[in-house]
């Protein structure tokens, strides 16, 4: 087995694919550090030239449509894991076959998209959501351009798996900031516009999302072979890939009935304002919860790749490390944020919409409490069986609905309560549904990871909540931030990390600052 390790990443050596790892992660994060500070600013004049209600209809509408991309996500988990894993065993042909039909599926699914938006998405918009009359031709113009980006979003999405399997995130690096600095001036551009403000955000968008489109179709063109589009149909290959995709996409309409579907109540009970606070809350999470996404973009690849190869040791120790790594990344950047979320929000926007912050708050608990399990989805994923998981999954997530319904009758919060509460069960099922498809340790991984982030969290906490209620403005938030780095950066250090992981992180820096002593 250790030969096919060592065919299958191209003569590399397990320290060496460690190597690669942090290399596309370091890409990633200056890819996060430049676009969370353009994107947080970039929200805050989206929200101050389109004022709250406008802001708040802008979220709904785009919710609505949202309600058909379970399509896309279904597709894009498929073509995600047999483009990867057939690029895992190193089959050319296989591989561009696999990239050909998932271009025409992804073709005719921006058709059902388009359909679907026009007929039952439109009746939806016009007669169940509670938007004012005077802003309703408004919201029908932004709603068509919303189901025109979405069908971009589709059909680039093989593209962007390709990048992703080739782990080329340097080019997601640039890409990234160039995405950024478009939406950046489509925001500035809002405060000369005369004319309907929210109409020609939509379109400007629109625009920046064919753009992005047009470069990664570009960059697979000129560089992967495999991406030269020859039609293909394959009925075998089809019903494959969509026997899996079927799986996918129920988990896909229960997720959709969860997030977007709970919007779309919020909006029922309270009204547009409120969809205003939660859409503030999102992207406080998104934008912050970037850098363990970035570091898991990095190194999911390789937890397909592995499976593929056979090489079960090396994926269960990637599953367990990618497991504390994604927790410990979250629970770095999340905490202070939430801990001084008021001032964050008061600096930050030049409107905050009521509730923002408590949504805020609790989106980034409910992000903490996954960001350890998302490896092990992934795994579950990519071993290719997800009948069983995805339909008791499904259900699971299907059961968030009547809670918001439930919750919201007495609270807003009822919205995200919910959430927390089932992705509670979800985690402890799919870590036990991964052991019995692949036979993952489980005590490894409460061991090594679980107890390791809890005991981190434990002790990193109690001083910067004390701080936080005794000090405000930026006095508090320098102070708050401060302590809670010290005593984290000690704790998961000695704690959650393992003699073997301090040692490389060691080296690390020391190879860097050396780098820089040379410059």
């Known amino acids: 087995m250790a030969s096919i390790y060592y065919i299958y990443w191209g003569q590399m050596t397990p320290s060496e694919n460690n190597k690669r790892i942090a290399k596309n992660t370091m890409f990633l994060y200056f890819r996060s550090i430049l676009t969370l500070g353009v994107g947080l600013y970039t929200s805050r004049e989206v929200l101050a030239q389109l004022g709250v209600e406008d802001f708040g209809i802008y979220n709904v509408v785009g919710g609505v449509i949202v309600l058909f991309s379970f399509i896309q996500g279904a597709m894009h988990s498929a073509t995600s894991r047999f483009f990867t894993f057939d690029l895992g065993k190193g089959d050319f042909e296989a591989l561009k076959k ?4 998932s271009v025409v599926i992804h073709i005719f699914t921006a058709l059902a998209v388009l359909v679907l938006g026009e007929t039952i998405g439109l009746w939806f918009l016009n007669t169940q959501l509670i938007i004012p009359p005077e802003r309703m031709e408004a919201a029908n113009f932004v709603y068509q351009f919303t189901i025109f980006t979405a069908c971009v979003g589709i059909l680039q999405m ?14 997601y690096a640039y890409a990234g900031i160039a995405d950024a600095v478009f939406k950046l001036t489509v925001a500035l551009t809002l405060g000369f516009v005369s004319f309907d403000k929210l109409k020609i955000y939509s379109v400007l968008l629109f625009a920046v999302f064919a753009v992005m489109a047009v470069f990664y179709m570009t960059y697979c063109l000129r560089n992967f072979k495999e991406t030269r589009f020859e039609w293909f149909w394959d009925r075998k290959m089809f019903l494959e890939r969509m026997g899996f995709s079927g799986y996918e996409f129920l988990g896909g309409i229960s997720g959709v009935l969860a997030v977007q579907g709970g919007i779309i109540l919020i909006n029922r009970f309270y009204g547009v304002l409120l969809n205003a606070a939660n859409g ?10 970037q850098f363990m996404s970035n570091f898991f973009t990095a190194i999911a690849p390789q937890i397909t790749k592995l499976l593929a190869a056979g090489e079960m040791d090396y994926f269960y120790n990637l599953v367990i490390r990618a497991s504390k790594f ?8 999340l905490v202070p944020l939430a801990l001084q979320m008021d001032f964050v929000l008061d600096l930050w926007l030049k409107v905050v919409p009521d509730y923002a912050r408590i949504f805020s708050q609790l989106s980034i608990v409910n992000v903490l409490m996954y960001s350890a399990f998302i490896p092990v989805w992934h795994g579950i994923i990519s071993s290719g069986k997800n009948k069983r998981f995805r339909i008791i999954d499904s259900l699971m997530i299907m059961l968030m609905f009547p809670l918001m319904y439930f919750g919201l009758y007495f609270s807003p919060i009822g919205y995200i309560c919910s959430h927390i509460f089932i992705n509670i069960f979800r985690a402890i099922y799919a870590v ?3 052991r019995k498809l692949t036979g993952f340790p489980v005590r490894r991984l409460i061991s090594q990871s679980l107890l390791k982030c809890f005991a981190v969290g434990v002790i990193s906490v109690p001083l910067p909540v004390y701080i936080s209620l005794r000090m405000d403005g930026w006095q508090g938030f320098l102070v708050c931030c401060s302590a ?11 704690i959650g990390l393992n003699k073997s992981e301090r040692s490389t992180l060691f080296e690390f820096v020391r190879a860097k600052f050396n780098l820089l002593y040379l410059f």
Do not use: G
């Open 432 to 434: 036990f549904s991964l």
């Open 158 to 171: 093989p593209y962007m798996v390709a990048i992703s399997a080739h782990e080329r995130m340097k080019i």
């Open 280 to 289: 503030i809350s999102t992207q406080v999470t998104s934008a912050t919860s």
């Open 326 to 333: 994604c927790f410990l990344l979250s629970f770095m950047f």
């Open 484 to 494: 809670f780095i010290v005593v984290f950066a000690a704790s998961a250090l000695f």
């Open 98 to 101: 696999t990239f050909n039909l």
